[in-house]
Structures are given as C-alpha cells and as structure tokens.
C-alpha cells in the first residue's frame, strides 16, 4: 500500500515507517524536519510540510491509499496541535480523495475517560485537561468528516514490540496500564492495511 506517515519524526511515527518499510509498503514521511530521516534516503520519500496546513497536505496526499497520523504535542499539555492538525488533515484528505486515515489520539479523550482507573481520571481532569480537551476536539472533527478512520486511546511508553496486548472499542483499566509504541504501531498499519477497525475507536492496552 501507498502510506502517508504524519509525525513521522516523532517517536511512534518513527515505528510507524520502519514497521511500515519492513514490511515493504511504499511509504512518504510528512516532516517539518527532513534532517532527522536522513537515513531513510532512499527507502522512503520524504516530504517537507506542516500537519497543520492544509494547501502542504493537499500537495503529499495525491495517490496515497491511507493517512497514518502518529502526532505528538511534545512537552506541552497544553498544546492544540490535535485539532489543528484533524481540522487540516479532513479537509485536505476530502479534497486528494483519500479516504482512510489511522490516527493516534489518547486513553482518557471522548468516550473512553468512563473506563479510566481512579488515578488516571485524576490525572486526565486536572494536569492534562487542555490537551485532552484538544484531542476531543479533533477527534469530534474526525468523527464528523465523512471519512474513514480509527481512534486510538492509549497510554504509550518505550520498548520493544511484543505483539501481547489487548484491543478492544471499550478496555476498563486498572492503575495505569502500559503498552509500548512498536505495539502502536503495529497495530496502526494493522489497521490501515485492514477493514476490520474502520470507523471503530480502539482502545490498546497491554
């Protein structure tokens, strides 16, 4: 398949494309940052942009079979990326006719904060409350926009893929579950080569 990756210089987005080229998917990083895929020369196209722009979006788009968005807020809890970036990515996928987009939100936004431990509705409604309000922003344009996608509430850490975790539209937790980005991502390009998760929220937890 022809795979767009936005945040591809990111931390998930960057298992994404190696996931993705192992598996032999032609595959387009969508960076503001070239420089970081340098190594890639070669085995994936690259292209400069910003995910919040939707003329930039429009141009790298054209003839992609799926949009695999794996953005990060970095630092911030307070940023409003999310929406920015879901407002851009509908409407551009709309215009270049892609209809399938993958894109990483987080446990705890929409729906999915009635299964959250104790601490995590802490956490989600005092120290994180901007930037989950953001993501339930963008996810309610996703939502809306006529296309195809798949949400993805999760809670992410490092470490190396393991293929043993859960996925389900509803997962009730416990404490503050885990699960690493090489299992994100595997999940996403499972989803984006699949019709099993469209127009489902999926909640991955290990």
């Keep these: 398949m022809k795979l767009l990756v936005l945040g591809a210089t990111g931390a998930t987005g960057r298992e994404v494309l190696t996931q993705a080229l192992a598996a032999g998917h032609d595959v387009t990083a969508f960076a503001r940052a070239p420089a970081a895929l340098e190594d890639l020369a070669g085995r994936a196209r690259v292209v400069i942009g910003n995910a919040t722009s939707v003329p930039d979006l429009a141009a790298a788009l054209p003839g992609h079979d799926a949009v695999l968005a794996a953005l990060g807020s970095g630092n911030s809890i307070k940023s409003d990326i999310a929406s920015r970036a879901a407002k851009a990515l509908t409407t551009a996928a709309a215009q270049a ?11 705890g936004v929409g729906g999915s904060l009635g299964d959250a431990s104790g601490v995590q509705k802490m956490m989600y409604r005092t120290f994180m409350r901007s930037l989950f309000g953001d993501k339930a922003t963008a996810d309610q344009l996703i939502r809306a926009s006529g296309l195809d996608w798949t949400l993805y509430p999760v809670t992410l850490t490092n470490g ?32 984006a080569t699949g019709t099993d998760w469209i127009n489902r929220t999926a909640v991955l937890s290990n």
């Design 160 to 191: 190396p893929a393991t293929s043993d975790y859960r996925a389900a539209e509803r997962l009730p937790m416990k404490g503050m579950p885990k699960i690493s980005r090489a299992d994100v991502a595997a999940f996403m390009l499972t989803a």
């Design 97 to 107: 006719g892609v209809p399938r987009l993958v894109v990483l939100s987080a446990f």
